[in-house]
């Protein structure tokens, strides 16, 4: 009697401790570390290294976090390597799997990964989408086979670490992808944040500092450049998964494949030519970015003349915040409530609507597909010329500065 008194005790005690008998701070760490290398497959493995081929991966560390994907999280490569690249492929339309653009930013948070699971199904996609994708015995016969029994032994692993506590472990870890990928990343990032660069999409940066979604928070700047295995672009932003590639590329265990053009100036030409124009098409975004820097700039300077004359409650006042805003965006991706304020801020101002009427005089120049290069050309060197002669300081500089871009 004395010894099962004893077996039962001890089961309890398991059930109760674990065999770690892990304080409940030593738990969360233990569940923040197991999440935060989930986050690292799928941004390093599954996004930027299938999905996109933009980093090489050493086969051992490529099966390590297909291996670790399996135990927590039960997604198959190939589904999610498809689904994402149908993503990009129809981003934004009726097609995409999970754009809030088009099914509502409250589906996609909140349904994320029913809307995953859903295209997962759908064998036009898998078989369109998802080529060059791991197929080996591993693959065929259990990570792709036994989906569900690697989420099972790591509720076994976690049950038996930390007992009855290891559940609650176990649902974290599985609610992890989906909430802050299939969430957060599909989601909010199509919906709420900043943009560096205007992409055909509405993707946005969530936060500057990419580290607890492993750098998918930079998702406007992965939407620009998405071939890139780097996906920060400024020098405030940080992107973590980057960290850990440059890591493994030093360790001999990772080869990076593309990462984000860096956009050279060199001595101002006496004329663009053929080469600018070339130069100008590769690095548009970014052109177009620090464009937009002097719209907002022109904004903020009419804003500070506004406050010096005493009119920070006038309707040119409140009419100016909103075009600082919005007036170096693409008419497309401005909000028709919004519009009417633009047109009124451009008839009042000259100086802005010249800026905004030259701003798409230059984004003609990679739009335009049924015009020849030599028309292409001329067409820059009209544009220089015009704004030279345009009496605004800041087109007068910036057609200096497009003279000394370099491929």
Known sequence: MSEILVVWESLVDWLAHGVLNASVWQIIAFTLVMTHITIASVTIFLHRSQAHRSVDLHPVVGHFFRFWLWTTTGMVTKEWVAIHRKHHAKCETVDDPHSPQTRGIKTVLLTGSELYRTEAKNQETLAKFGHNTPDDWMERNVY??????????????DLLLFGAAGLTVWAVQMLWIPITAAGIINGL????????????DASTNISPWGI???GEELHNNHHTYPTSAKLSVKKHEFDIGWAYIRTLEILGLAKVRKTPPLLKMGDVKPVADAHTLEAIIAHRYEVMAKYGRELRRACAA?????KASGAQNSAKWSELRVAKRWLHRDEDRIPSNVKPHLERVCAQSPALAKLVAMREELR?????????????V??????????????IAALQDFAVKLRAVRA
Not at 144 to 155: A, D, E, I, K, Q
Not at 189 to 199: I, L, P, S, V
Not at 382 to 391: P, R
């Open 212 to 214: 607890i979604i492993g």
């Open 364 to 376: 003609q120049l990679w739009t335009r597909t049924n015009v020849s290069a030599e028309q292409l």
């Open 144 to 157: 792709s086979r036994f989906t569900w029994h690697g989420v099972g032994l790591m509720m076994i692993i």
């Open 302 to 306: 009419e804003l500070a003349h506004l």
């Open 189 to 200: 990032a199509h919906w709420w944040g900043y943009r560096n660069f205007e992409a055909a």
């Open 378 to 391: 001329a067409d820059l060197q009209a544009w220089c010329k015009k704004a030279e002669d345009s009496g």
